[in-house]
């Protein structure tokens, strides 16, 4: 009896450390999950505000590493370099336009001429540049912190910091974040203890100017890809939402008269006689001129979402869309719209495109330029709209972003450069020049 008991006993006793011992095995075994993430932190470089007013001077020319917007004043052609200035050409002789000199403004993507004052961006201020001389171009006027701080290069990160400057660079480095598999990871792009970073930096797009010219007050003449534009005694700038006046009666000090909500993700300004039409993401807005100080919305075409730069003429309104990283959506088209009834413009007919971008009007003789991204250049008859894909005089291949039809010669911008082609027969388009894009070693 004593025996069984002792059996009994020590058959428990092992059950009990059997137990113990598969409870700490389990326990000390329990699944964990954690995911590592592997950021690019991009630390920001800052340029003061003394240095970035004192960066503005007029340099010898230079090659052009990327073409931005285009400008023709008089003879002389404009081009931007996106975020650093603006090159002056003499053009006189589009078969051989000739480099004369580059304005270093940082931050320069936009530009405007009326007489012999270049009114152009520079990070938050507008800059007055008297060019009479194009040697020797001088600033006369400034309108301080009056362009709002969106950011040209990483989406959600702020350009200004009113204590150390703008945002002009970023240094980069690279952090590792252990996270539960539960939580959420991070953002593609986000501020991670003090810097601004990002996942992937493929996540950001590109974001993607006799004396000079006459004594004549008359503007130049700018490309549909414009975010400015003059007309009568006023300088029309947009920026993502609104259009803002600056009272140029006085040519060298521009001042600020005022600001007009137009809408969401605004992109183009394009002037008619004494009509805006402005191009957004989402729609076409167009404005009644007659009072330049006080211009008013007589009606909005909306279409779907997609990038739409605009011209137009006494009858139709000829508006690009195509899809893209900034842009959202689908559509790769050209749109024909009726503005005979400016209060109610109405679509008449679409076509096709391959990545449609910028586009320009002869009026004189009615030939519409369309560039149509990698698909190149091509050239309409538009006396018929509702058959313009029967009425193609000519095409041209290679990359094509902006163009500016003037006096028989087509000025068109692309990522190798800048072509120059006589089209007084636009069947048979004659290149003239090109000033090629010297990308940077």
Not at 214 to 219: D, E, I
Not at 318 to 345: A, M
Not at 384 to 403: A, E, Q
């Amino acid at each position: 009896m004593i025996r069984l008991l002792y059996y009994a006993q020590k058959r428990a006793f092992f059950r009990f450390c059997a137990f113990l011992i598969l409870t700490a095995l389990v326990g000390g075994c329990q699944d964990t999950c954690e995911r590592m993430y592997t950021y690019t932190l991009y630390e920001p470089i800052y340029m003061s505000f003394d240095e970035l007013r004192a960066a503005v001077k007029t340099e010898a020319p230079q090659d052009i590493q990327q073409a931005g917007k285009i400008y023709i004043i008089g003879k002389y052609l404009l081009v931007n370099e996106p975020n650093k200035g603006i090159h002056i050409f003499d053009n006189s002789d589009p078969a051989a336009p000739k480099n004369l000199s580059f304005i270093n403004i940082p931050g320069n993507i936009d530009m405007a001429v009326k007489g012999n004052i270049l009114y152009a961006d520079s990070h938050i201020d507008l800059v007055a540049f008297d060019i009479s001389n194009p040697a020797s171009i001088t600033e006369v006027g400034r309108v301080e912190n009056i362009f709002p701080s969106w950011n040209r290069t990483f989406a959600n990160a702020q350009q200004v910091d009113f204590n150390k400057g703008i945002i002009v660079d970023f240094k980069e480095s690279r952090t590792t974040q252990i996270s539960g598999c539960g939580e959420t990871s991070m953002q593609p792009y986000f501020w991670y203890e003090g810097h601004f970073a990002i996942s992937n930096r493929a996540d950001f797009a590109a974001s993607p100017v006799s004396a000079m010219p006459s004594s004549s007050s008359k503007p130049g003449i700018g490309g549909s890809m414009a975010r400015y534009t003059i007309y009568d005694n006023f300088l029309y700038t947009i920026d993502d939402a609104n259009m803002q006046l600056f009272d140029i009666s006085s040519p060298a000090n521009p001042a600020f008269s005022s600001l007009i909500n137009v809408g969401f993700n605004i992109e183009t300004i394009y002037p008619y006689k004494d009509k805006l039409f402005i191009g957004s993401q989402t729609g076409m807005h167009i404005y009644d001129n007659a009072d330049p100080a006080n211009p008013v919305r007589l009606s909005t075409f909306a279409h779907v979402r997609s990038c739409d730069p605009v011209v137009a003429d006494d009858k139709y309104a000829y508006v690009t869309l195509r899809n893209g990283n900034t842009c959202g959506g689908i559509v790769n088209q050209l749109d024909v719209i009726d503005i005979t009834n400016l209060s109610s413009p109405r679509l008449i007919k679409s076509y096709p495109m391959s990545n449609p971008h910028g586009l320009g009007l002869d009026y004189d003789n009615n030939t519409l330029f369309v560039c149509d991204g990698t698909s190149g250049l091509k050239v309409y008859n538009a006396n018929s709209p509702l058959i313009l894909d029967k009425n193609i005089l000519s095409r041209k291949t290679g990359h094509t972003y902006d163009v500016i039809p003037y006096k028989n010669i087509a000025i068109v911008t692309g990522n190798d450069g800048i072509s120059q082609y006589d089209y007084t027969d636009p069947k048979n388009l004659k290149l003239l020049s090109k000033i090629s894009v010297v990308k940077a070693e």
